[in-house]
């Protein structure tokens, strides 16, 4: 099986305006996603991204083709800062249909709180509960 924890997402303008002001003002990404500060950033990051763009498209066209086909668990927080739960949603659903076509699931489990690949930290029994779960389904 395959443990992700906090990933993986497209790395957009949004996201990458969100995650740096998250981590610049200590704050979660809806606040982080509020006011003035969020468009400035994000207008100053959109054509450094645009360039890389291409890149960034190729390196997710070789993750996608060489992702593997075992089950899945995505450990996420619905207030993570730098990769929202969104993002790590949207690609759970595109690589679900892939799994699914060969029989294969995958799991979510999601804090409401919690910073980014923190769960572990600020929820140790439930962070590993999840993973002893995770691991005995694949015994059966």
């Known amino acids: 099986g395959v443990i992700l924890d906090s990933c993986p997402s497209y790395t957009t303008p949004d996201v990458a305006a969100t995650g740096l002001l998250s981590a610049l003002r200590g704050v979660d990404a809806p606040e ?59 690609f759970i659903d595109t690589l679900e249909q892939r799994l699914h076509a060969h029989g294969l699931r995958a799991e979510t489990v999601a804090w409401e709180e919690g910073a980014h690949c923190a769960m572990l930290r600020q929820d140790p029994e439930g962070y590993s509960r999840a993973i002893l779960a995770f691991c005995r389904s694949l015994q059966s």
């Open 32 to 90: 982080a996603a509020s006011g003035f500060r969020w468009n400035a950033v994000k207008a100053v990051l959109s054509p450094w991204l645009e360039r890389l763009d291409t890149r960034q498209r190729d390196a997710w066209q070789v993750w996608e083709d060489a992702f593997p086909l075992a089950p899945h668990l995505f450990l996420l927080s619905e207030k993570d800062a730098i990769v929202s739960a969104a993002d790590v949603r949207a």
